[in-house]
Nanobody, 124 residues
Framework: VQLQASGGGLVQAGGSLRLSCSAS????????IGWFRQAPGKEREGVSC????????YSLDSVKGRFTISRDNAENTVYLQMNSLKPEDTAVYYC??????????????????WGWGTLVTVSS
């Protein structure tokens, strides 16, 4: 399983980006997918997650109302729409896939298939 996170870039505060997590060699339909981020000097944190069915999602308190996670099984891709970006959102963003049916275990255990990260830089 190879995951690829893409869509990062440089954006001004208040701007938007859409990250994509796509897969090769596997269908993501049966995976819960999480987005994590790691800023310089900080620990990796779970930002958002969507269950394998798409029926439940999780968002970190600091991104609620600004970030939206969704999945398009036809495209075999999970998206993270990030609006109203803030400088503190600057980090490398990673996606993680696991057969867990819900987000709880994925966010807690952080095991599964990690994708290469994509850098998001938000300037003030």
């Amino acid at each position: 399983v190879q995951l690829q996170a893409s869509g990062g870039g440089l954006v001004q505060a208040g701007g938007s980006l859409r990250l994509s997590c796509s897969a090769s060699g596997v269908t993501l339909d049966y995976y819960s997918i999480g987005w994590f981020r790691q800023a310089p000097g900080k620990e990796r944190e779970g930002v958002s997650c969507i269950s394998s069915s798409g029926g439940s999602t999780y968002s970190l308190d600091s991104v609620k109302g600004r970030f939206t996670i969704s999945r398009d099984n036809a495209e075999n891709t999970v998206y993270l729409q990030m609006n109203s970006l803030k400088p503190e959102d600057t980090a490398v963003y990673y996606c993680l896939a696991h057969h867990f049916r819900t987000c709880g275990p994925l966010l807690l255990r952080r095991v599964g298939h990690w994708g290469w990260g994509t850098l998001v830089t938000v300037s003030s």
